[in-house]
């Protein structure tokens, strides 16, 4: 199992190089290819999907799955007409590959570039909703990365089948490697992923918590996303009570199980409008956890924690203490406040007088939306396109070596070109 | 003793929020405080450091430590001058913290910023060289970051020192924070440092392959560095034999034990000039292993593995396969040949007709070197003071909510300002 695994990766690891040098128009004509194939062979992959949802129906009434879980996995015409939306608009975007992001004369005739390209393999574990599969190996395919997907195991038949139309575009697009995009099983698949560092660029979990904290932990393989999602609302003195209510209500209730809503909202003791605020979110239905017991608590359901506190500053230790650097908000109408509080906090995104809903790839103008990440390295906040890349640096010469610059016979000017 | 060690790094992790608003001026004047505090107690440094080489000198007479390593550990005049250069040129560096990244108007009145800001804890793990202790800590100061800093056990007397008069320094600085630069001395602080995963955000080894390797299995910390630097060099069939000489004698001997000296040297059966190179390289007293037991050999001497091969595509494969992914060059006239070999090839660095040992911070222009990074998120190759910021996004607005635009009542626009 474990060598196998191995060879499996090794694979992937090799397709990753000839993904590295795919041109843009191949790797949109592959992407075309795909979104054709999905609208093509769509009621082959609802037949699929009604396989999983009629087992997953056992499973909710077991007990075993949420409804929640099961409303995911259903894929109906919109979700499928989305899916194929999705990945015309991935062909849009700008390649990110190729992209010179410095071009330095080091001396004559002795050219740095740095210039971006793909980071590798990315070992993608996502839950419940299959959509996820199309999405993820298009974002793959324009950032030229291969990939190692791990879907959940009650949309197995549906991926089996998504991934079987993905795998007959590819192979009808002439020059696009083979084993760049995998598909992989069982639990022990993916224990065997997370210990592939040698192969695995990047872990990307998309699924709830607890997924994502279990591959945090059992992996060196750097990991792109987010465990929680605790973010935070703070209700200056100089607050504007319309602002302050409408802001609230919006970040707890538009999507409440989304890990951009607010968990915690904190007032300061000195804001002349506490019981209207208060009584503005009981009307909308929120539930105000006076002294919870555990101040990390992540809701995603119409609950808050609340809290008074005396000052800008205990607002901002409170959060910097049980954030989970997700994102946070001051509604104040005091500017300075306003800017010491997005400068100390110490978050992926620091907001002043709007929703904490905001914090989405989409939202932000990616054009695509990876993941959201909570990392303090590589890639922060709601992450695009962009963050399926890295950089080398080439230099070109023509005979140049270090000794005649230690030795002082020649010198570097470093002047930047373009 | 754990919970010491998580209190102090709670302390450190609370003065890196304070770092994080530090002003440029503020900055700097800390810098110039240090490196005039250097200047002004170099006789007590000089004779701390005396009595870790007394020390150091019977552990080099027992085998238990190398020369070089004792060589390294002695600090002279010259030394001490370069200390104290090191961190005025540091003054001399933009101030990476703070840059506007991207500026975007989402809607109306609603804008979004990207800025660049410190990543918060750095735990440095050095070995031997004292001077790394203020060079660790200017680039941190620099970069609005703390740091907790962990010295080899060899010069501890000449570490505590430098430590104290760095510590001075900071204190007759008004209003920069404490606790922002700790030093830490056993190896159960290494061992303790490792498992903070909470309040350290990165681990930067500067040391042998040993260290790094044993850091980077032991800890869920991002580590930014290398292990090993095997580089390679291809000579293809076009070479011109004189660059060929040149290149791979200065990339062999100009300072075997670099880590971008070449380890390997691989070259195109079809080359018209073997013997000539063959016999170039033994002039320069380089001793050639044909068939090596291993290939991943890292030599740090005047020796190298040697391979003729078919093609170039041959060569890609044996790199893709055994470097370690730090800087490779190839030796052609064949502009495609370059070509295809700077895109197939992964590596941090990858060259045209020049010595691998141009892979270096100051050669490129950075002005100081963080490190090397083979890895491949975050920084690759060569690191400067940017590799030691990340971002955070802000919005600034007035009262929006995301209903608004989820149901249709507003439109983002998405302009890119300034």
């Known amino acids: 199992m474990e060598d196998n695994f191995t060879k499996l990766a090794y694979n992937v690891k090799a397709a990753s190089k000839e993904m590295a040098v795919l041109t843009e128009e191949l790797k949109n004509k592959a992407l075309l290819n795909i979104a054709q194939g999905i609208s093509a062979n769509k009621e082959k992959i609802f037949e699929a999907n009604k396989k999983d949802l ?10 075993e799955i949420s409804q929640s879980t099961f409303n995911r996995l259903k894929l109906d015409e919109n979700k499928m007409r989305d899916m194929v939306q999705g990945i015309q608009d991935i062909v849009k975007l700008d390649d990110p590959v190729g992209k010179i992001l410095l071009k330095r004369e080091l001396d004559e005739g002795l050219i740095l570039t740095k210039k971006s390209c793909p980071i590798g393999v990315l070992g993608i574990i996502f839950e419940a909703r299959p959509d996820v599969i199309t999405q993820i190996s298009a974002l793959a395919i324009k950032s030229s990365n291969a990939v190692i997907l791990k879907g959940g195991k009650e949309s197995v038949n549906t991926n089996k089948m998504i991934m079987s139309v993905i795998q007959e575009a590819l192979q009808k697009t002439e020059g696009f490697p083979e084993n760049a995009l ?3 099983f069982t639990r022990e698949d993916v224990a065997q992923m997370l210990k592939q560092d040698k192969y695995i660029d990047l872990i990307i979990p998309r699924g709830g918590n607890k997924l994502v904290k279990f591959i945090k932990e059992n992996t060196k393989i750097p990991v792109l ?6 973010c935070h609302i703070f209700v200056d003195e100089t607050a504007d009570i319309e602002k302050a209510k409408n802001i609230i209500i919006d970040a707890k209730t538009q999507y409440p199980s989304a890990c951009n809503s607010v968990e915690t909202v904190l007032v300061h003791n000195n804001f002349g409008k506490k019981e209207e605020l208060i009584q503005a979110l009981v009307d909308a239905e929120i539930e105000i956890i006076f002294a919870p017991d555990d101040w990390h608590k992540e809701y995603g359901e119409k609950k808050l924690s609340f809290k008074y506190v005396n000052s800008l500053e205990e607002a901002i230790e409170h959060i910097n203490e049980y954030s989970s650097g997700h994102t ?27 929703s904490t809903r905001f914090a989405d790839g989409f939202r932000y103008g990616f054009g695509a939306e990876v993941g959201i990440s909570t990392n303090k390295t590589h890639a922060r906040g709601p ?13 070109e010469g023509n005979g140049q070596i270090v000794k005649d610059y230690a030795e002082g016979i020649k010198q570097f000017h470093h002047k930047d070109l373009g």
């Not at 996303?225 to 605790?230: E, L, R, S, T, Y």
């Not at 509604?331 to 906090?345: D, L, V, Y």
């Open 54 to 63: 009629e087992e997953a129906k056992t499973l909710v009434e077991q007990g």
């Open 225 to 230: 996303g987010h465990a929680d999602g605790i």
């Open 328 to 354: 946070e908000s001051i509604i104040t109408e005091n500017k300075n406040n306003a800017k010491i509080f997005m400068n100390k906090i110490d978050s992926a995104g620091v907001y002043h007088n709007v």
């Open 182 to 184: 995998v598909q992989v």
């Open 383 to 395: 992450v695009g396109l962009d963050g399926l890349t890295i950089y080398k640096y080439t230099i």
